[in-house]
């Protein structure tokens, strides 16, 4: 079974620029998260989808970053414009839901590692 | 203010010895807690986890306890391998059994050395 696909690997970018990270999930899982994880950090959830719609995106800093997962399947995180404190790892996670609302085991990417300059 | 709090950000054991990596957190919502392994380039991949009905859980070489009056779990290894050396990041939800919204700890590094 393919795990979960992030691309790119690696970015950098100047500081006011934009950028956009792709992933795609394990076939057949409805939840799909993504995470900033700062160097020295835990990965903090930024937001949850449930197929298409949004679940939870209470920690997300809307002013400059937004995501999307159209279709239920593939998904983008986009920040726009960036700042040297977004210099993390993104990754992005997917899950099966469970009966009752809830999820079961969070299955990982690789990340994308941004650095920001 | 961090509710999982991993306060050893580094372990070292000799191979065949016990690894006992520490957490503790102070929602005392959370009820159900997890432990993700990290490798270098690779996203965090999920070890084993326990309901905060259940004192202890067992898996292989794994174990994780859970004292929910001290709001504190442990993950033991036993006998520790040199393939277990990896970065072991806490996590709690309080979702009643679901995996979402996921609260980490900062991570321990954890070496085993031959």
């Known amino acids: 079974e393919a795990g979960v696909a992030q691309s790119p690997r690696y970015k950098i970018i100047e500081k006011r620029q934009s950028v956009a990270f792709w992933c795609n999930p394990i076939?057949?899982?409805?939840?799909l998260y993504w995470y900033q994880q700062i160097l020295g950090q835990g990965p903090k959830l930024l937001i949850q989808f449930q197929n298409n719609g949004v679940v939870d995106d209470s920690q997300l800093p809307k002013d400059r970053f937004s995501a999307e997962r159209l279709k239920g399947v593939d998904s983008t995180l986009k920040i726009q414009p960036a700042k040297l404190e977004d210099s993390a790892v993104y990754l992005c996670?997917?899950?099966?839901?469970?009966?009752?609302?809830?999820?079961?085991?969070?299955?990982f990417g690789p990340g994308t590692r941004l650095t920001v300059l | 203010d961090q509710q999982v709090k991993q306060n050893s950000p580094s372990l070292s054991v000799q191979e065949g010895r016990i690894s006992i990596l520490n957490c503790d957190y102070t929602n005392s919502m959370f009820d159900y807690f997890l432990w993700y392994k990290k490798y270098p380039a690779e996203g965090p991949t999920f070890l084993i986890s326990?309901?905060?009905?259940?004192d202890k859980n067992e898996d292989g070489r794994f174990t994780v306890f859970l004292n929910k009056s001290a709001k504190h779990l442990s993950l033991h290894i036993v006998p520790s391998q040199p393939g277990d050396s990896a970065v072991y990041f806490c996590?709690?939800?309080?979702?009643?059994?679901?995996?979402?919204?996921?609260?980490f700890g900062k991570g321990t590094k954890l070496s085993v050395k031959p």
């Open positions: 996670a997917s899950s099966l839901p469970l009966a009752g609302g809830n999820t079961d085991t969070q299955y």
């Open positions: 996590a709690a939800s309080e979702g009643g059994g679901s995996q979402g919204n996921l609260i």
């Open positions: 076939s057949g899982h409805a939840t």
């Open positions: 326990i309901s905060s009905i259940k």
